[in-house]
């Protein structure tokens, strides 16, 4: 079992910026394909970044609505993925979770495809 837990939401204005973390505890996740999603009330997951792990370089992505905003990164020594999130709107205003996949998710951009999950972190942009 892997477990997931995010910190680092909160309540920040527009143009302002939040890092969110996702420890993982139970066995390390530097094998592990890891993703980031938003999810409003009363809306679907939507996806927002991944990383796949493969011995290939090039294989983080993010959605076009965060792409040179948010940047997800990963510091396996702490056994700790990031979304390090500048420019912030009011529409990004969503419960953030992040996800982990003991292989490579097709397609990365389902949440469904992913094995474990934390309980996710609320970030409330205000304009």
């Known amino acids: 079992q892997v477990l997931l837990v995010e910190s680092g939401g909160g309540l920040v204005q527009a143009g302002g910026s939040l890092r969110l973390s996702c420890t993982a505890s139970g066995r390390t996740i530097n094998t592990y394909s890891v993703g980031w999603f938003l999810q409003a009330p009363g809306k679907e997951r939507e996806f927002v970044a991944a990383?796949?792990?493969?011995?290939?370089?090039?294989?983080?992505f993010h959605a076009d609505s965060v792409k040179g905003r948010f940047t997800l990164s990963r510091d396996n020594a702490k056994n700790t993925v990031y979304l390090q999130m500048n420019s912030l709107k009011p529409e990004d205003t969503a419960v953030y979770s992040c996800?982990?996949?003991?292989?490579?998710?097709?397609?990365?951009?389902?949440?469904?495809?992913?094995?474990?999950w934390g309980q996710g972190t609320q970030v409330t942009v205000s304009s």
């Open positions: 990383n796949l792990f493969t011995w290939r370089e090039g294989n983080t």
């Open positions: 996800a982990a996949a003991s292989g490579v998710p097709v397609p990365y951009t389902s949440w469904r495809i992913y094995d474990f």
